[in-house]
Structures are given as C-alpha cells and as structure tokens.
C-alpha cells in the first residue's frame, strides 16, 4: 500500500512510550483468555461465521483495542464473552477463561450473577437496549441496586447520620430562638427554614440510587440531571440516550468493562469526555477495557494493545505502539493510509482506500479471507488460512507474506481474475 511509509514517519516522531510502560505494569497472568473461539449463526441462507477461530488476551489493568470494518465480528465477540448470543447463534467451540472462570461452561443462571459483577458491557444501539416504558433514572438506578448494594448502604448510612445531624440542629436553633434578640431572630428563622428542606423525613436504600444516578448523568456531560432521570429513553435525542447507557456501564465497577462503540453517537467534544471517563475509571478501579471501534485516533490515544479484526478474524495484534510505528498486516497498511491527513501535501492526493467490499460471511473466500481485496495476494492466500505468527517486534501477524520459504507456484502473485474467483 502506498504512503504506509509516510504514516510510518508520522507516528515514528509521536511520543507513544506511554503504552510501553503501562504494558511492563501488567500481571504475568491475563484477566481474560479467548482461544480459538468459533460463534456461528444458523440461518436458512446458510451459516454465517461471524467468529471464526479469535484468539486474544486481556491483562489485568490494560485497554484492549478491537478494530476493524463494520461486520468483521467485533461485536460478536464482545456479546460471545458475556454469552449474550441470541438464537439462532451459538458459541460453537473454543475457551473464555476470566480470572480463572470457564465462561462457556456456565449456565444462563450462572452468567447472570457474572455480568455486570465480573464483566460489564456498553451496548452500541442505545435504542434497542434501554427498556421504553421505564424512565432513564429508574434504569440506571436498577444497575446501582444490582451491582453496587454494599456501596449504597454506606451512602444510606452516612445520609441517615447526616440527617440526624440536621435534626439535632433544627432542634437547638429553635430553643435559641425563644432567647435570641429581636435582631438576630429573623437570620436564625430563615436558617431553621433552610435546614427543614434538608431534613428528609424517610431515605430509603431507592432514594439513594436515584442521587447516584443523577450524580453519574451529570458526571458524563448530561445537562439537567436531576430533570433527565424522570425522563423516558425516547424523549431524549440518540446522544443523550448513548450517554445513559454508558453510565449504567460505568456504574457497575466491573473488572472488564466491554464498550462497542461508546462514543458512535456523540459530538467530539462529549467523546473526549467519555474516554476520559474511561481512562479516570481505569485509573482509580484498575480494571481492564475492551474497546471497540472503527477510529484509529481513539485507539492510539486510549488503547495499549491492539487486534486488527476482518471477517471473523484477527489479522494482526499488539501493542498500539508497534503497530502504529510498523503496520504489517495489508489490511492494517490499508486501514493506516486511509487515514484523512490535514498537510499541504494531501490536498493534492486522492484518499487511500481498500479496493472491494467486506465478504459475505456464509460463503467467505477460500484461505485468507483479505485475498481478493490484497495487492500482494498469492497462490497459497487462496488455498491456506495463515495463522498468526510472532514477529520481531513481538506484533502477531496472520500473513503468507512472513512465510520463511517463499519459493514455489505457491507463491506467484494472483492475477486480478484469479482474485475474484470465488467472490460472491
């Protein structure tokens, strides 16, 4: 692909010695296995391999990134880890190991005590996932009831001694009252009538909840909180709705926090925000973030490690660092140069793009799935799925191009007629 050096150039002279050194900080031991993980559908048109053969780990405080064309799977495998699957979908093999727990092993009864506990998810059609006839505060308060029942006991305890405390106020500044002077006793009424409507007269574990709802709208941006949480989900534009699912994501505390595209619906300045949320959680909680997304930008300034998903599988994977400096893989080179770059020297260039179209996934092409789609496509990308192999700088590729022995028919360049062979 052309301008990958250019690109190279550019993220070579960017300080990323940031992900490097967070990488060093990981436990030896990942929080999250995926081996070989196969998730079909089966429809009457055929069966779609939407997962076919995904490998990947997660480390205990790390920011997984999961990249790659609408359609190559990565929502698929995010709803495979919390075996969300619907019918006529099934995981039809592979592990999922999270800290220890076998996930496809599970039943439905015990995945339900895991989700949200272990592993959280940030749905991506906000629509379709908050329920339309309850309001928004009562949805997100549910979360905090379900997940965070220890921390609201706390926060009950402490408002009840609070309210205690105003009560015994109230009491003492009244008997003041029947002795202060006449000049001071109109500042002392109006601070009795200002601890009155402080003073709650029952607080319930609910109420406790709904502030901790409205205090977690506010936090990611929402204007009027208090007023939005007696709201119904369709009274609320797409961006709002977007920033309620992320909070009941961020309410659970979970160790994995999945979000598949968090930040679709939203203006620049809200996403900025939102992954800095992110960021602030991972932080304070040190829990671990799988990240889906189609933007480049959000995964190098968020992530520490990055898997390059297309059609099913995952094509290239490492740290953001090295993949950014040296992409290997000619759909990463692809997904690089088709970068938009605002220099004097673009303007006059037409924007890199991926010739072809994503393959059908019920009859997905022969061997490597990027072959009609690649300049350096060979005879063996059409007959052999490559497996992912470790290079020098430690990026996992799955390429016939980093084959050892390269001599042979097998690898003669393909003709564009041979490419489109058995393209449906």
Known sequence: MKNVKDMSKTFNNLDISGASQKMTKNDVKPLLIVKDLHTYFFTQEGIVKAVDGVSFTINHDEILGLVGETGCG????ALSLLKLIRSPGEIVSGEIFFDGIDIVEKTN?????????I????FQDPMNSLNPVLKVGDQVSEVYLLHQMEFLKDELQKAKEKNSKLKENLKRMKKELKTCSPEGAETLKNQINAIKQQIKFRITI????RREAAALLDRIGLPNAETIVNRYPHELSGGMRQR???SMGLACNAKLLICDEPTTALDVTIQAQILDMIRELKRKLKNSVLFITHSLGVIYELCDRVAVMYSGNIVEYGTVQNIFKNPQHPYTQGLMTS????TRESRAQELTIIPGMVPNLIFPPSGCRFHPRCDHAMVICKKIRPELHEMPNKVQVACHLFNKDKSGEEYRKLTEEEK???VL
């Open 206 to 209: 609910n109420d406790i909840a």
């Open 420 to 422: 489109q062979e058995d």
């Open 109 to 117: 009864e015990e995945m339900l005590k895991l989700r949200g506990n």
């Open 74 to 77: 990565k929502s698929v495998t």
């Open 244 to 246: 309620i699912m992320i």
């Open 339 to 342: 970068i938009p770059r605002v």
């Open 119 to 122: 592993m959280t998810m940030m």
